[in-house]
């Protein structure tokens, strides 16, 4: 079936801007995540939601940056006032729980990610 | 700070060599540890995982040793092949969905 989707695929703005990035889940996810991937560097989390709960939005680095999500379809990662430092891929992830070995963990399925450069 | 350290940062392996990419942590309260695998342009996929109460696991030509008193986790790639190129991240898990992840290992395989 069809995985993660992201859009759009490559975001170009000038420092100042908002942008808002889209993520459309595997069908039947009940959990989401975004990500932020910069250069040469690992995955740093951001926001996660699970179904009707609230999200945990430990990760966000600055108020510019919220989240929201539609139910346990879309959603969408808006960052406000963008700087130079905000330029990275940013990734979404979605995920049903379930029993790994004797372990209930989310098994996380990536989108291909939204790279930003913000000039 | 990052609570999962990695390395090497990258590496280049012969075809039919073996890759090891090799991973630290400090928090005990983790007890789940994948490792994921990213072509470029092309988000992670999970490739195999352990819990801390087993000291390997062997998936295809992919294994995880985990040494629990040391906090220390490794993949190893058996007979690596131009197509296991890659870059390689570590991760850990203290809860049923928050990952820490390394920093990541470009693996090159020559033909």
């Known amino acids: 079936g069809a995985g993660v989707s992201q859009s759009p695929s490559n975001k170009v703005t000038e420092k100042g801007k908002d942008v808002e990035l889209r993520c459309d889940p595997i069908?039947?996810?009940?959990?989401l995540y975004w990500y932020r991937q910069r250069l040469g560097q690992g995955l740093e989390f951001l926001i996660y939601f699970q179904g009707n709960s609230a999200p945990d939005k430990s990760g966000l680095p600055s108020d510019r940056f919220s989240a929201e999500r539609t139910g346990e379809s879309v959603s969408t990662l808006t960052i406000q006032r963008t700087q130079q430092e905000d330029s990275a891929v940013y990734l979404c992830?979605?995920?049903?729980?379930?029993?790994?070995?004797?372990?209930?963990?989310?098994?996380?399925?990536f989108g291909p990610g939204t790279r930003l450069t913000v000039l | 700070q990052q609570q999962v350290k990695q390395s090497p940062q990258s590496l280049i392996v012969q075809k039919g060599g073996i890759s090891i990419i090799n991973c630290a942590y400090e928090?005990?309260?983790?007890?789940?540890f994948p490792w994921y695998q990213q072509f470029p342009g092309k988000g992670p996929a999970l490739l195999i995982a352990i819990r801390p109460d087993v000291s390997e696991k062997k998936e295809g030509r992919f294994t995880i040793s985990f040494n629990k008193s040391a906090k220390q986790f490794s993949l190893h790639i058996m007979d690596s092949q131009p197509g296991d190129s890659a870059t390689y991240f570590c991760?850990?898990?203290?809860?049923?969905?928050?990952?820490?992840f390394g920093a990541g290992t470009t693996v090159t395989v020559r033909a």
């Open positions: 928090n005990t309260a983790f007890d789940y």
């Open positions: 992830a979605s995920s049903l729980r379930r029993l790994l070995g004797v372990q209930y963990r989310h098994e996380q399925f």
């Open positions: 069908s039947g996810h009940t959990a």
């Open positions: 991760a850990a898990s203290s809860n049923d969905y928050k990952l820490s």
